[in-house]
């Protein structure tokens, strides 16, 4: 529970820290110690070496990923076009297949704006937070969102840049996005309009590749040049409460990222491609609790991580899976 | 001791470690960036405040502040609507963004889906589903504006389609086909007073013409609206004066729903 409670803090912008020694579990500390024998640190720097020699590197988790976030915004496109129905909308409500589906922080804004409630638009919002909740919260980030994927594009061009010293990453704080998170809603009630919606360039996006490019889209492009020029995935990083909505919907899910403490070499290879490095600070040296640990609630499943650990210390991993088998 | 006093006092301007100065830049930097963040959000009020748009909502759309607040800016009305009436705002219209209206004269409501679809598809009730029939909708009112330019009441006829070759808009007529709405430049007309408003009105008794005068002889018409009026904006699309003798005021509603 104490653990749980450590990675919704970090959601929100707790600083990461190393857990107190009654917070680690006998095999974690058993692990460490095994660890930090002079063999070990032998053998590790070795193993170091070699991958350093022959790095490896796979784009499978990032590539199923791409297919998915252009395959279903295609869906949406298609059954528009050619009507045929398969899903209504765009990604701040929709029907799928005639279900109900309402974006999590769309609806909690529409319904603190306007304060009455539809029906379709609480089956939409549950059938949401149920799907969501089982596939992991903020995969949707990572899996759907379509802005998320012209990020991870202006993040390779900042990356590039950066490379050459013609960019530099500004870090933000982030209880940020936890703190604009309460602030949008409360203007929301406040106001009675749905005021982030104004600056959502999801939605924006979204709507644009649906219904026809807008003006709108000069703010996603002024999001994206921040990104490229400034802060390296400023907007998903620091700002998007929907991030933050589906993280807390995702808090508990039984789809998880697994990390094996006895397998990873703590080379830090995982935190460098990570949209979230936070959750990842578990595989620092001596910051594991146990002998295998889950990635925090704010993880969004994209599976970078596991693409880039060169010791498979990293998977994907459904809860609860194994008794029930 | 007032040495030591001094000492104390001198440490915290002490020059800090590169490690807080950049502690506290990150601090600056975020208040900053939260505060332009809402900021930014703030703007889309302008809009609203100054009242620059006057925009004909879909049919059922609640007043228009309620309708803003409950739409959810996903624009399932527009993909249910037969004759593509409905489109979605842009950024200029500020918390419009993504809401759905009509622009009457370049697309009407025709009501050729028969129920009201888009209604139906709204799933926060910003379209409200108390409206069942065409007959119920309260969008706006049509009033003719430039009498003047209204063939009817010069006392003249209209032959040929009710607008010009490359206008896109699509109407139902019932004669031509029941189910698929045409193109209204390929529809002609041989009106000896043109009628069209009252013609292709989709709502029964809504608007009709009335003599000018009691003169016998005097062929001039006025369209005259009713209280059954819904504002679909037929007319306004339907009108062969450039520009539209009749339009459809949006404002109505708020007024009439008061």
Request: proline share 5%; hydrophobic share 45%; charged share 20%.
């Amino acid at each position: 529970m104490n653990r749980f409670f450590r990675s919704f803090a970090l959601m929100f912008g707790a600083a990461p820290r190393k857990p107190e020694p009654g917070e680690v579990t006998p095999a974690g500390k058993a692990l460490m110690k095994y660890k930090k024998t002079p063999e070990q640190v032998k053998l590790r720097k070795e193993k170091i070496a070699h991958e350093h020699e022959h790095p490896v590197f796979s784009n499978k988790w990032k590539y199923r990923r791409w297919a998915s976030i252009v395959i279903l915004n295609l869906l949406f496109i298609v059954s528009y076009w050619f009507d045929v129905q398969l899903v209504e909308g765009a990604l701040t409500a929709s029907r799928f297949v005639g279900f109900h589906m309402a974006d999590l922080n769309g609806a909690l804004q529409v319904m603190l704006a306007y304060k009455e409630v539809m029906i379709n638009l609480v089956i939409g919002t549950a059938t949401v937070v149920i799907a969501w909740w089982l596939v992991g919260g903020r995969a949707f980030c990572s899996w759907i969102c379509p802005y998320h994927l012209l990020a991870e594009w202006a993040e390779w061009l900042h990356l590039k840049l950066a490379a050459r010293g013609w960019a530099k990453d500004h870090a933000f704080h982030r209880t940020l996005r936890a703190v604009l998170w309460f602030v949008f809603l409360a203007l929301a009630a406040i106001t009675g309009y749905t005021v982030f919606e104004y600056v959502n360039p999801v939605g924006i996006v979204s709507r644009a590749l649906i219904y026809g490019p807008t003006i709108a889209l000069l703010w996603v492009l002024f999001l994206l040049g921040i990104e490229v020029f400034y802060s390296r995935r400023f907007w998903c990083r620091y700002v998007c409460p929907i991030g933050l909505s589906y993280g807390i919907t995702g808090a508990i899910s039984p789809l998880q990222v697994e990390y094996n403490l006895e397998k990873c070499l703590h080379e830090g290879e995982c935190r460098k491609v990570c949209l979230v490095p936070h959750v990842l600070e578990v595989t620092k040296m001596g910051y594991a609790s146990d002998a295998f640990e889950y990635i925090g609630a704010d993880c969004t499943r994209c599976g970078m991580c596991i693409d880039a650990c060169p010791q498979n210390a990293l998977r994907f991993k459904l809860r609860g899976l194994d008794k029930i088998i | 001791m007032t040495d030591e006093i001094k000492a104390a006092e001198v440490v915290p301007k002490k020059k800090m470690s590169s490690r807080e100065l950049e502690k506290r830049r990150m601090f600056l930097r975020s208040v900053g960036a939260g505060i332009t963040m809402v900021s930014l959000s703030l703007v889309g009020y302008y809009p609203i405040l100054t009242k620059l748009f006057s925009r004909l909502r879909p049919p059922g759309a609640l007043i228009e502040e309620k309708f803003l607040s409950a739409c959810i800016k996903c624009g399932q009305c527009v993909q249910v609507c037969p004759v593509e009436a409905i489109k979605l705002a842009d950024g200029d219209e500020g918390f419009g963004i993504g809401v759905p209206y009509i622009d009457a004269r370049t697309q009407a409501c025709d009501f050729s889906c028969d129920a009201v679809q888009c209604v139906l598809a709204c799933p926060t009730g910003a379209l409200t589903h108390e409206i069942a029939r065409k007959e119920e909708v309260r969008m706006g009112v049509a009033r003719l504006a430039r009498p003047d330019a209204c063939l009817a009441m010069r006392g003249e006829g209209f032959k040929g389609a009710a607008r010009s070759g490359d206008f896109k808009g699509l109407h139902r007529y019932v004669e031509v086909d029941r189910w698929t709405p045409v193109r209204i430049a390929d529809h002609s007309y041989d009106l000896e007073i043109c009628d069209l408003c009252v013609r292709e009105c989709p709502i029964t008794g809504a608007i009709s013409l009335q003599p000018v005068s009691a003169h016998a002889g005097d062929k001039r018409r006025m369209p005259v609206v009713t209280s059954q009026c819904v504002g679909c904006g037929a007319c306004e699309m339907m009108c062969p004066a450039e520009p539209a003798a009749i339009v459809v005021d949006p404002k109505i509603v708020k007024e009439r729903a008061a």
